[in-house]
């Protein structure tokens, strides 16, 4: 099992627009196989949002990979990051 953390921090005023976009790729993805829990957290006082994805394996989340690529969702949910701040993208293998 793994557990996927991105996080961005976001451009001033654009947390509805952004908390949309994630809502709709959100609803898709726990459809797809393999998709245990894939959820978005905010702290409003940094204005850094998270999405915290669980996957049953490596080959799962290489195929939602290939899914956010080919809709274009990366550059989509970019486009309302601080160009200043990188994208933070950390992954944890489950151990116990």
């Known amino acids: 099992m793994l557990r996927i953390v991105a996080k961005r921090t976001l451009i001033e005023g654009v947390l509805e627009k952004y908390t949309a976009l994630v809502q709709e790729l959100a609803d898709q993805t726990r459809q797809e196989p393999g998709c245990i829990e894939y959820t ?5 006082g940094q204005n850094v949002a998270a999405i ?36 933070q993208v ?6 116990y």
């Open 40 to 44: 978005l957290y905010v702290n409003r």
């Open 52 to 87: 915290i994805e669980t996957w049953e394996s490596q080959e799962y989340l290489d195929a939602h990979l290939k899914v956010v690529e080919a809709a274009g969702y990366r550059e989509r949910l970019n486009a309302y990051a601080d160009p200043g701040q990188p994208v």
């Open 90 to 95: 950390e992954k944890y293998e489950y151990v």
